[in-house]
């Protein structure tokens, strides 16, 4: 009997992550947002932009993150733990030749 309650449980578990609601969404994306602009180095004449995957993966938040400046442009991803609220930025990428 246990065991049936816990895969049911188990089953459910993923369907009421996917029910949050549009605020908490909302919310999420705020975070990541802010994680990631934090870790950002650029001049103040910079265009930044950074655009945050709606949803992310089950344990990640990502966002991709451009740094335009009269060289060049930079492109970087942006990891968010959504367990512990932590972002790391990756390298920029370098341009195929």
């Known amino acids: 009997?246990?065991?049936?309650?816990?895969?049911?449980l188990l089953a459910v578990l993923p369907m009421?992550?996917?029910g949050s609601s549009d605020e908490a969404w909302e919310e999420f994306?705020?975070?990541v947002?802010?994680?990631c602009r934090a870790l950002i180095e650029?001049?103040?004449a910079a265009e930044v932009a950074v655009e945050v995957n709606?949803?992310?993966?089950?344990s990640y938040g990502a966002a991709l993150v451009t740094i335009d400046i009269a060289e060049g442009r930079d492109r970087m991803i942006c990891?968010?733990?959504?367990?512990?609220g932590k972002?790391?930025?990756?390298?920029?990428?370098?341009e195929a030749e």
Not at 87 to 94: K, S
């Open 42 to 44: 650029a001049p103040d």
């Open 1 to 8: 009997m246990k065991q049936g309650l816990a895969g049911v």
């Open 79 to 84: 990891i968010f733990d959504k367990g512990t």
């Open 29 to 31: 994306r705020k975070a």
């Open 87 to 94: 972002a790391e930025l990756t390298a920029a990428f370098t």
């Open 33 to 35: 947002d802010q994680g």
């Open 54 to 58: 709606p949803f992310g993966s089950e």
């Open 16 to 18: 009421t992550a996917w």
